[in-house]
């Protein structure tokens, strides 16, 4: 059975930083590309970026929302997924989802950040 | 970016009734391939998205045909056919042809 667990997320002051991460499990995490989407209560996902697989050679690409201030990354012989948020904002306020997207996807419970003074 | 815009903002069933819901894309999301990359999600109250719909009508494992979904290049309907009170929560359009992928603002499905 795939899982995704997130964890990391709390209270975080405007312009500090933040690690996610994302336990994967249930299938070869090498073979997949892997995705952050993040929810403002209330609002649409937007999707923040992805990791591509190992046959792609773990490349990413970043939403130009957060291009240079988030960084996702991998850790492929603990299956894990992170994500580095730096000079955090109010408006990056959100649950934040792992997910392996494609014909059928798979989504984490997600993690709430809350970016506040 | 690619907008896309859905309509309604909300609607009001009676079970055993029909549903529909429309996305409108700023672009063509037919891709090279040959690929409408326009996608359907539902996400129940406190819960993750889930897909109901890849590539325009393909029905994700596991959701019932009761969800069906058809289109052009540009403009997509989500048809929710004898709606059931599990079917309550927001349904969002999104597309996965370049980046950033996006989605739209979501429409809140509720049973009269």
């Known amino acids: 059975e795939v899982k995704l667990l997130e964890s990391g997320g709390g209270l975080v002051q405007p312009g500090g930083s933040m690690r996610l991460s994302c336990a994967a499990s249930?299938?070869?995490?090498?073979?997949?590309?892997m995705n952050w989407i993040r929810q403002p209560a209330g609002k649409a996902p937007e999707w923040l970026g992805f990791?591509?697989?190992?046959?792609?050679?773990?490349?990413?690409e970043y939403n130009p929302s957060v291009k240079g201030r988030f960084t996702i990354s991998r850790d492929n012989t603990q299956n894990m997924l992170y994500l580095q948020m730096n000079t955090l904002r109010a408006e990056d306020t959100a649950t934040y989802y792992c997910t392996r997207l494609g014909d059928f996807d798979y989504w984490g419970q997600g993690v709430m950040v809350t970016v506040s003074s | 970016d690619i907008v896309l815009t859905q309509a309604p903002l909300s609607v009001s069933v009676t079970p055993g009734e029909s549903a529909s819901i429309s996305c409108r894309s700023s672009?063509?999301?037919?891709?090279?391939?040959?690929?409408?990359?326009l996608y359907w999600y539902l996400q129940r109250p406190g819960k993750s998205p889930q897909l109901l719909i890849y590539?325009?009508?393909n029905l994700a494992s596991g959701v019932p045909d009761r969800f069906s979904s058809s289109g052009s290049e540009t403009d997509f309907t989500l048809k929710i056919s004898k709606v059931e009170t599990e079917d309550v929560g927001v349904y969002y359009c999104g597309h996965r042809l370049e980046y950033p992928f996006t989605f739209g603002s979501g429409t809140k499905l509720e049973i009269k």
């Open positions: 672009k063509s999301l037919l891709s090279s391939k040959g690929i409408t990359s």
């Open positions: 590539q325009m009508s």
């Open positions: 249930g299938f070869t995490f090498t073979d997949f590309y």
């Open positions: 990791i591509r697989n190992k046959a792609n050679g773990y490349t990413t």
